[in-house]
């Protein structure tokens, strides 16, 4: 059993910056890829951002490509992810995603198993 922990949201000035952080469980955390994904009102779930279980590669979605940064401490078993230069369309409920197999970046919903409950990122005008 999984579970994930998502911390960091909350109310930003657009241009401002977050870090959201997912605290995981489990003893083999450094073997588990990782994703953030988000969910607008009215929207389907996207993703923002995915990582391999080693962090030695990254995706991001063309919308935060150069402003966010996904990022994991497998010593921790903590994944990150650092929103930067924050618009008004990333507000959204952000949640961390994981998988406990595979050596790849994963990008759709489908592929993880376990969610977080998500944390709120509101970004304000």
């Known amino acids: 059993q999984v579970q994930l922990v998502e911390s960091g949201g909350g109310l930003v000035q657009a241009g401002g910056s977050l870090r959201l952080s997912c605290a995981a469980s489990g003893r083999t955390f450094s073997s588990y890829p990782m994703g953030w994904f988000r969910q607008a009102p009215g929207k389907e779930r996207e993703v923002v951002a995915a990582i391999t279980s080693s962090g030695s590669r990254t995706y991001y979605a063309d919308s935060v490509k150069g402003r966010f940064t996904i990022s994991r401490d497998n010593a921790k078993n903590m994944a990150y992810l650092q929103m930067n230069s924050l618009k008004l369309e990333d507000t959204a409920v952000y949640y961390c995603?994981?998988?406990?197999?595979?050596?790849?970046?994963?990008?759709?919903?489908?592929?993880?198993?376990?969610w977080g409950q998500g944390t709120q990122v509101t970004v304000s005008s």
């Open positions: 995603a994981g998988r406990t197999s595979g050596y790849g970046v994963y990008t759709t919903t489908s592929s993880y198993g376990y």
